[in-house]
């Protein structure tokens, strides 16, 4: 009777080690970083001997913060892969895929929603406290998903494929901090070829007088006073743009990001210093804890962002 027994486990034991049954229960990517593959819409995670994709087809991924929920597909899919052997971007986005590693086992999801949650990538400048947006966190979870597995189904109330980023070219801002002043509006403006920041100035605050040492006149960013726009250009920009009723179609505006509206003592400050140059008058002007805004992104200038100098003459 002994004898049968240890037969008997001894056959368990070896049926259990046999890799050709393999069979996945439980899926797990989050620590794995996700990629694209270049010539078609296929977003995956591979770790080892595993894939996990999405076929994004049917999915637009935006430059606002947003949240979004897409039904799972024919168009927007999601597959499993088991592998016998390590997976490479070849195996997954080739158009003639290698003929090794081999699928030995696939689900594909029958139902369920993609969440994607966007966000800016904003990286913080330790020395001055400024942002700028350097691309867009898209953060992709299934809700409710089931995958047809051949010989069941697995079901996950929540599972969390993680994040997936698109870079993007931060703004520019290679201004030239010499400022020009519009003779009847008194507009201020610094511009390069491409784009220009824009302050609809308070006129009192640019006076031909020097301010006593460390006293410059204050005010905060408005929305018509004190207004404060950036612009990016999709053509040439010349100073004949500028000082005109209203501003022409071309160059064309590419991007417009408004400064958000002043808080006292905590944000959305100009402040003037003036003091006397040559024949006439320097006013160096500084923007302190701006925040320049677009839909449902923002980014900060910083503590101290000086916009530039402006000389004037009696």
């Not at 207004?227 to 999709?234: D, H, I």
Request: proline share 4%; glycine share 6%.
């Amino acid at each position: 009777m002994k004898k049968i027994l240890s037969i008997l486990f001894l056959a368990v034991i070896l049926n259990s080690c046999d890799d050709g049954d393999l069979t996945q229960e439980n899926i797990n990517f989050e620590s794995v970083t996700a990629q694209k593959c270049t010539k078609t819409n296929i977003i995956y995670k591979v770790k080892e001997n595993e894939a996990l994709l999405i076929d994004a087809s049917g999915i637009q991924f935006p430059t606002e913060e947003s949240t979004q929920e897409i039904d799972i597909n024919t168009t927007n899919r999601v597959i499993y892969r088991f592998y016998n052997g390590t997976v490479t971007s070849a195996t997954l986005c080739e158009t003639i895929p290698p003929a090794n590693p081999i699928v030995v086992d696939e689900w594909i999801a029958t139902g369920g929603k993609i969440v994607i949650t966007t966000k800016a990538v904003k990286p913080l400048n330790q020395t001055d406290n400024s942002t700028r947006i350097t691309g867009y966190s898209h953060n992709i979870t299934f809700k409710n998903i089931t995958f047809d597995k051949g010989n069941g189904t697995q079901v996950y109330d929540t599972f969390t494929f993680g994040d997936y980023i698109l870079n993007t070219t931060p703004l520019p801002f290679s201004f030239t901090k010499v400022l020009k002043q519009c003779p009847n509006t008194k507009q201020l403006y610094d511009k390069n070829s491409s784009e220009a920041l824009i302050l609809d100035i308070d006129p009192a605050l640019i006076k031909n007088e020097t301010t006593p040492l460390n006293t410059p006149r204050i005010a905060l960013i408005g929305n018509t006073v004190n207004k404060l726009t950036y612009r990016l250009f999709g053509g040439l920009l010349t100073d004949s743009y500028f000082c005109n009723t209203t501003y022409p179609a071309t160059p064309s505006v590419t991007e417009e990001w408004i400064a958000i509206p002043g808080v006292a003592n905590t944000s959305g400050t100009i402040e003037v210093t003036t003091t006397t140059f040559g024949t006439g008058f320097k006013h160096t002007i500084v923007l302190k804890k701006v925040k320049l805004k677009k839909g449902t992104n923002d980014f900060s200038l910083g503590d101290n962002y000086i916009y530039g100098e402006l000389q004037t003459t009696n």
